[in-house]
């Protein structure tokens, strides 16, 4: 649910989303909020009460657009409003996500949405990280992604989902590709030997010692 269902469609509607898309693995649909209002000059928006900064998107367009939505889909699916104060997005909640038939996102802009429709109809209140963007928009897409390629066969490559970054908590390890030596820096010589099991040990070693760098908040 946005103001802005161009800018949501022409980004899920490339590359592998749009793939699977195709596929029928995954479907999505930008409904705009305001064909919902029933304001004359199609407003969607007013000042906040209380004073203060800015406009509040008003409960009734959104209330509208929601309740279309459920009756399309026969029951309230999860429905996640993308905001700063929200609980942070993490790859544990984009694969619980993953398994869910329908997933709602509300995407605000302007100061914010008025508190009565939130309490209405949110049961996920989400951020994608602590700095403020100007809408909801990104964030969505940024869990739509995320969510979308832990659905299966989405990925073609069911590998890459279980060596990749925040499995069991580790960042990924380094990659190499050919050639063997590149600006006189020679690929691990582990990598070149053939022996799985060595090699499997380096990538576990070098996930700890990258992890233990960038994000050592991750080893408990
Ligand atoms: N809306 C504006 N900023 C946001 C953020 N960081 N996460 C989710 N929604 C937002």
């Known amino acids: 649910m946005t103001l802005f269902p161009e800018m949501v469609e022409q980004t899920l509607n490339t590359s592998i989303l749009a793939r699977a898309k195709n596929n029928g693995l995954i479907d999505f649909e930008a409904v705009n909020i305001r064909d919902y209002t029933t304001d004359k000059h199609k407003k969607v928006d007013d000042y906040p009460y209380g004073g203060g900064a ?15 939505i459920v009756e399309e889909i026969g029951y309230r699916p999860r429905t ?13 909640m984009a694969k619980d996500l993953s398994k869910e038939e329908n997933i709602i996102f509300l ?56 060596t990749e970054s925040f499995e069991d908590n580790l960042l990924e390890h380094p990659q190499y590709s050919r050639p063997a030596e590149w600006m006189g820096k020679k690929v691990p010589d582990i990598l070149l030997s053939g022996d799985h099991k060595k090699v499997d040990e380096w990538h576990y070693e070098k996930s700890v010692e990258r992890t233990k760098k960038f994000r050592p908040e991750l080893l408990k």
């Open 54 to 68: 800015g406009m509040v998107m008003q409960a009734q367009p959104i209330y509208d657009c929601y309740i279309h």
């Open 80 to 92: 996640v409003y993308l905001t700063p104060w929200g609980h942070p997005f993490k790859q544990q």
């Open 107 to 162: 995407c605000g802009h302007y100061e914010g949405v008025d508190e009565r429709v939130l309490e209405e109809i949110v049961t996920d209140y989400v951020t994608i990280g602590d700095y403020v963007l100007t809408g909801g928009e990104l964030p969505a897409m940024v869990m739509i992604d995320a969510i979308s390629r832990m659905v299966p066969g989405v990925l073609t490559n069911c590998e890459s989902k279980n």
